[in-house]
């Protein structure tokens, strides 16, 4: 943490929130109870020649460097959650390689560390929005929080490889981002009153991704001792050929012919040419076929390089490679229905049926075990189920069998608790779990997605005293819940939190078996 004798140290951190990192010292703040270090570098700008390269050490610094406010975020089109998620009006530049921290104290005291990978499609998002304000885990659950920014869309997981071997790993920028942000941890944290010996990873979404992606990535290995994919699995990664079709396709929208020339593009013409890409695929130009279905409506994202990345993920968590890891994993019951709620596909038996068939072969049958576990359920509400399962559910299902079987710490979650917000018709959807899970009901735009009414503020804190013990010992059980129990395929233990907080064993097992 430097030269200073630790005692010195101390008390320049309690008089003006000071703390030395290997690059120089920072001035945090004060704020609610707890110290924040906001827009700390934990890179180089990847501008310039640094493009599409992995990220560099960023070189110290001379006096203090003021960090008092978040620093800005990737370069991102807004998403149309952005008045859930993210501002609309993202103040963003490609130097963003910045992270934060929120501790109860600067002292020599060893707590957990917990580090938030935020989502947003891989295309969207920052450490900044107000849900993801660690305070309540520093301040009631004695842990230090870390939240970062990482290089999103093509300028993170453009996969150039195939035509400049220097550029073998810019298809996992975003993810070594991610890396070098965690050596950041192991190197810092100590002067934040972290431990880098226990350190937790967790991400909602492409945040989830990311995390299980990591559990994958030899570089990655020792950063971490946990890790809680939320809605997010180890199944969002493509293959050097496809990578290579999506590159020729973006190459070719921002009418650059070789990296260097991909270098030189203003910012705004790389993102006029990634939406222009993401459009051509959704409308099943360009990569078709079985090609397009292993995009699963994600154009950017994680690449089995050969580099960064062996093997695909889940291939190397089922052989072991995170078995020294701790797992906490879930989704929630209506995934899909964030998605569908704005263009609702209408369908009628006949329709759904012949769209399954596309995908599945089997059209009749998928939709009959689904509809008989849901009697209730309108042709809508059966394909968003449908949805869920295939890109959320089963993942993590999959995901929880491959690591339990290296690591007895493996649990399981199903959130179920719906959404009174839309008149109901969001239910359990897609990101609804993240005001909970930081005990955060009353931040900024959560009212609108949970709707009117009393703050189910029990369910809250049972999420978020979960997830803090899971990050002092590697189990989630605390007195508010009832034992949960480690995962094993016999049993298949899922804690459901919602109206209701329990075990249940194997959850619409027939829809689960279907997938088998």
């Known amino acids: 943490c430097g030269d200073e004798q630790p005692g010195t140290m101390r008390m ?60 800005k975020v990737a370069p991102q089109i807004p998403s149309p959650l952005g008045g859930f998620l993210d501002a609309l009006n993202l103040d ?14 600067l002292d020599d005291t060893p707590r957990p560390v917990m580090v938030w990978i935020h989502g947003g499609a891989f295309l969207t998002g920052t450490s900044a929005t107000p849900w993801y304000n660690g305070t309540s885990f520093a301040r009631r659950g004695d842990v230090v929080v870390v939240s970062i920014n990482y290089r999103l869309g093509a300028l993170g997981f453009l996969h150039l490889g195939e035509r400049c071997e220097e550029l073998a790993r810019s298809g996992n920028s975003g993810i070594l981002d991610q890396i070098a942000a965690l050596e950041w941890v192991r190197d810092n944290i100590g002067c934040f009153g972290g431990d880098p010996d ?46 290579a079709r999506v590159a020729e396709l973006f190459s070719e929208k921002a009418g650059a012919s070789d990296a260097e020339e991909l270098r030189r593009l203003p910012v ?81 038996r006949t329709k759904l049926v012949k769209r399954l068939d596309r995908v599945f072969g ?15 359920a309108s042709e809508d509400d059966l394909f968003s189920a449908i949805c869920t399962d295939e890109t959320f559910r089963i993942p993590a299902i999959r995901l929880a ?6 690591q007895e710490s493996t649990y399981l979650y199903l959130f179920t608790w719906a959404s009174r917000a839309f008149g109901g018709r969001l239910g ?12 955060n009901l009353s931040r900024g735009g959560v009212e609108a997605f949970l709707g009117k009414g009393t703050p189910p503020t029990r369910l809250a804190e049972a999420m978020h005293e979960a997830w803090i013990a899971f990050a002092h010992r590697g189990e989630p059980d605390h007195p508010g819940i009832d034992h949960w129990p480690a995962f094993e395929i016999s049993r298949r233990a899922t804690m459901e939190f919602g109206e209701r907080i329990g075990i249940i064993d194997d959850p619409n097992a027939s829809e689960r078996e279907l997938w088998d």
């Open 198 to 243: 226990n350190v937790t990873i967790f991400g909602e979404s492409a945040g989830g991704m990311s995390v299980a992606t990591l559990l994958g990535v030899p570089a990655a290995k020792g950063l971490f001792q946990k890790a809680i994919p939320q809605s997010g699995a180890c199944h969002n990664s493509v293959s050097r050929e496809v990578a």
């Open 12 to 71: 320049e951190a309690r008089m003006n929130a000071i703390a030395r990192t290997r690059q120089g010292r920072v001035e945090g703040r004060e704020k609610e109870g707890v110290l924040l270090f906001a827009g700390i570098p934990y890179a180089s700008p990847p501008t310039g020649d640094a493009r599409f390269r992995p990220p560099r050490p960023h070189p110290a610094w001379e006096g203090v460097r003021p960090a008092k406010r978040f620093g």
């Open 268 to 348: 705004e013409k790389i993102l006029e040419a990634q939406t222009s890409t993401i459009l051509t695929l959704a409308s099943d130009r360009g990569v078709i076929g079985d090609e397009r279905r292993l995009l699963l409506g994600l154009a950017f994202q994680p690449v089995v390089d050969g580099e960064v990345l062996p093997k695909p993920p889940i291939e190397a968590v089922r052989e072991g490679a995170a078995a020294d890891v701790a797992l906490l994993t879930g989704t929630n019951l209506d995934e899909a229905h964030l998605f569908l709620i704005a263009n609702p596909p209408k369908l009628d």
């Open 92 to 105: 963003w530049d490609e130097d963003c390689l910045t992270l934060n921290v929120a501790t109860p104290a």
């Open 362 to 376: 089997a059209g009749a049958r998928v939709l009959d075990t689904y509809a008989s576990s849901r009697p209730e």
């Open 428 to 439: 359990a959807c897609h990101a609804l779990e993240i005001p909970f899970v930081f005990n």
């Open 401 to 406: 069998e491959a690591q339990s079987a290296h």
